[in-house]
């Protein structure tokens, strides 16, 4: 694995549009325009990606997502994944093998990001969205031509 591509999970999901849905995959499960389009903009540059979430943690496209959820990195942190469940994560996934993290993600998944990863030298940092101002632009810099 030469590069992960870290995308947010979203708030809609397929259980706002159909409530009947049972487990579905994680590629299948957030339906925000956000995550749409960063999905569409790590499989158009060909880097694999692996969906974070601050109920499940790190979800791989074929990981099972069972049931509807609302929690955001923004809530208490005892609401959340731990960083200790995370990190495990990082290191069961073998996430932690990538020699490049890109980060399709705002700040606040940035900052937990940088707390699980140990050695952030280790690794070849991109930031495509960094600097983005606002909704809009984020969406338009993953615009894929």
């Given amino acids: 694995m030469n590069n992960i591509c870290i995308i947010p999970c979203g708030k809609k999901k397929i259980?706002?549009?159909?409530?009947?849905?049972?487990?579905?995959?994680a590629k299948d499960a957030y339906y925000s325009?956000?995550?749409?389009?960063?999905?569409?903009?790590?499989?158009?540059?060909?880097?694999?990606?692996v969906t974070l979430?601050?109920?499940?943690g790190f979800l791989f496209p074929y990981d099972v997502v069972p049931?509807?959820?609302?929690?955001?990195?923004?809530?208490?942190?005892h609401k959340v994944i731990s960083d200790e469940t995370l990190r495990?994560?990082?290191?069961?996934?073998?996430?932690?093998?990538?020699?490049?993290?890109?980060?399709?993600?705002g700040k606040k998944y940035e900052r937990v990001i940088k707390r699980i990863v140990e050695d952030e030298?280790?690794?070849?940092?991109?930031?495509?969205?960094?600097?983005a101002r606002g909704i809009g632009?984020?969406?338009?810099k993953l615009t894929i031509p």
Avoid: M, R
Avoid at 18 to 24: A, K, L, M, R, T
Avoid at 33 to 49: D, F, I, P, R, V
Avoid at 137 to 140: N, R, T
């Fill in 53 to 56: 979430s601050a109920k499940h």
């Fill in 33 to 49: 325009t956000l995550h749409k389009k960063c999905q569409q903009y790590a499989e158009y540059h060909g880097w694999s990606w």
């Fill in 88 to 105: 495990y994560q990082w290191f069961e996934k073998n996430l932690y093998k990538a020699d490049c993290i890109i980060l399709l993600t």
């Fill in 121 to 131: 030298d280790a690794y070849e940092w991109k930031q495509p969205l960094k600097g």
């Fill in 15 to 25: 259980w706002d549009i159909n409530p009947e849905s049972g487990p579905v995959y």
């Fill in 67 to 77: 049931g509807n959820y609302d929690k955001g990195f923004h809530f208490p942190k």
């Fill in 137 to 140: 632009e984020i969406l338009q």
